[in-house]
């Protein structure tokens, strides 16, 4: 990849656990200095320990939209990573205070055997939520 971004960027890559978001946002973050990456999941585990929905989902994303926007005004693009299951959630993550943004979102489609594998290598059993969640649709 390499290069530039031409103008500030707002992107949210949604989709269940183990679609690639978190390894997009990272070689999009690698290869673009002024690109930064929030983590949703991570930001929920550092601090409660926990998935979605954790105890205090409000505080989350209040963090979140402030990390955001800082980013923003000191002139580096935003990559939110986060499961972002509705459209609320996800019209949410694409708000911005900072005027003249691009906005883009990009949900993963991926199939329910390839999510059921990847949970198998990565926990050891298909036991997620997420992953139940994907059998339910």
């Known amino acids: 990849m390499g290069g530039s971004l031409k103008g500030l960027w707002l992107i949210v890559l949604s989709g269940y656990p183990g679609a690639g978001k978190t390894l997009l946002a990272k070689r999009l973050v690698a290869d673009y200095p002024y690109l930064a990456r929030v983590g949703v999941d991570e930001l929920r585990e550092m601090l409660f320990h926990e998935a ?3 105890r205090d989902e ?16 000191k002139g580096y693009s935003v990559v939110i990573d986060s499961t972002a299951p509705d459209n609320v959630t996800r019209e949410f993550l694409l708000t911005s205070k900072v005027t003249r943004v691009n906005n883009l979102l990009v949900v993963f489609n991926v199939e329910k055997g390839v999510l059921v594998e990847r949970s198998i290598e990565r926990f050891g059993t298909t036991k997620s939520s997420a992953v139940e969640n994907a059998s339910k649709h």
Request: glycine share 0%; aromatic share 16%.
């Open 52 to 54: 979605y929905p954790c």
């Open 58 to 73: 409000f505080l989350v994303y209040s963090m979140i939209a402030e990390m955001l926007d800082a980013l923003l005004k």
